[in-house]
């Protein structure tokens, strides 16, 4: 009795994996969570008071689909700052940014529309472009992102989007150099391709700003670009964004009011007042140095215990490194064995569109702190070396 | 570029009538929104600042696509008292119920799919059917609800979803009779049709409580129940629910997630700590009271300036009264007369997916204090008798 789009809709293996393991008492770097003890929790609870007392009546009523206006003003100057010519009618409040790319494909996709791809990609878009049909076109990353020869070739082709995630991609953390964006986002005109550009991660940048956006460098009518709060202040707020022509921007906002009338009153005004208190920056500096450390750790605890078993991306930002075992090997026969050792990882079969994959896996680096990072590690160490008997 | 999805999607004419009139100083029966001046700020402002205090990470961390569990539990135990055989494994905490409405859409309907539908009925559902290409089979309604024969002949044809209010019904302000009920809940069944119920206003009962939900009157695999914490709590909070056989639970509960993670965490707090307080029961009675009030002052200032030049609903609960001319006049004229002197509503010909209805309107009674609702009322009334000449 189900709509046949719901063929293509099962539960994620990686939130599957969160629920069996949540009992038990592992060493997660499965997950895709921001460190709960960075959240600026009292200020928060500050803000939240101040919006209630001041505004109240308004952060509880119903409001604009299109989202709360000075919160979108808000965006667009922080979108400018990006690169992109942001004003607010070119913003729409999401409900996450997970909303943002479900209606961007709600809005694009058709069935059976061909969806050029970074093989690995995030895996609750593939879900998103799942249910509503999409084919795929998985293209490879390189450490400069996306093969770009090979993508520009899709992208003649004329598929009916292309989704990217040039900056710490999950799940590899890979950024996407600018001479690749600049080539991809001509291309992607030239084609007449709509562009998805996620950058969720875009603030999380611990080796130097990220290049600017991909859809800031042609002009794409149908070039949307989404980002959070959810990593720099709270995700439990729910509170993302997208950027979009104009056009786009009004269509999609129809379509959002379809969803769930609005983004949260409340919320948004918390998330406004946050940023409005310059509160983001000293929030995006704190985050910043906390995660750079762990990065740092996680990768030198990866250097001694797992030299010469495998091969690991270096992210300039973001949350996870990316490990490849050597060819024939399974991850999730490494997952089984570890999990008895009490860690547990994302095995990246689930990111490969194409069904590869099956020897790498995603580790996130800033939800375990100094020691039980390095503890995980060497676990996973010694499952390497018994696996590699 | 925009997917065929797309052609049915606009804007909503009653938001756009919102929006058009917000700037001007107009005395409006249009909105859909709760009187703001009867939310419970500043306990929701004690509760929120309670919730940050004890559970600061938690309310602010990624929660489960389900809902919060305590919440999940909350509204079983409140459906169990309406009737319906709930578990938390039957709820889906959404945001806000336009989202159950849109999820079981996404879950139900193909492409072409018959949807047998009051006329008139909820212009949002009818927005959130036309994106997944619904066609539909419209029975109108009459004082016990929709046309029981009429509607049991459209269900022995096999349509692929029943979309039903039988509550103080938007627009109409109609209750489908407890016999109506039963006998579409086994119709539905026996042809095999899902049923979706909308009860969105369940709570705002004036003359007594209202029938058992339809859904519990009949076991339906594919029977799925909407409510909302908007109307008795606060619609900036985003948080609704839905009620269905747990199997199908889960299979929503996994679009959900696919739409936008999960409905916000620290607002699914404030609900249930506002209800587990033991305070949704008194805020229901306060609402109670008021919304009867204002209901009786619209209905005795409708006898008083309208009686013969119209008909009209008089509701036993919920938001709406709605007014039929008679057959040839134009409710679109008669607002534009009307907003030259200061009042605006909802013409009803966008309730109606069959294109008729163009000498209906609807009239929220909730939003305006005494005089002014009089005050409206009268206005009405002289643009009636002008029209009339």
Redesign the interface.
Known sequence: ??????ER????PI?DLI?TTAAGNYLSFAS???D??L?P??T??AI??DV??RD??????????EGFPPLREYVASLLRKRGLPATPEHVLI???S??AL?LAA?????DG?RVLVENPTYL?AL??FD??GARYEPVPLDREGIEVERAGEVLQTGPHLFYTLPNFQNPTGITMSTERRERLAVAAVNA?V?VLEDDAYHDLAYDGEPPRPLVSLAEN??GVYTGTF?KVI?????IGYLYAPPALTA?LG??K???????????QRIVFEFCARGQLEPAIARLRDAYRARRDVLLDALEQHVTGLAEWTRPRGGMFVFVRLPAGRDAGELLRACMEQGIVFVPGASFHPDGSGTHTFRLNFVSLDEPRSRQGIEILGRGLRELAR
Chains 1, 2 share one sequence.
Do not use: C
Not at 106 to 110: E, Y
């Open positions: 009795m189900l709509a046949r789009r719901m809709v099962s539960s994620s939130m629920k895709g969570l921001p709960a003890g959240f929790v009292e928060l609870q939240a008071d209630l007392d109240g009546r308004a952060a509880l009523q119903y409001g604009p689909a999401t409900t996450g997970q909303q479900d709600r809005a694009l996709l058709n529309d609750a879900q998103a249910s509503f007449r709509p009518p149908f959810s709270a995700p439990g707020l729910r269509r129809q379509l009011q379809i969803t769930d009338l609005h983004a949260g009153s409340l919320t």
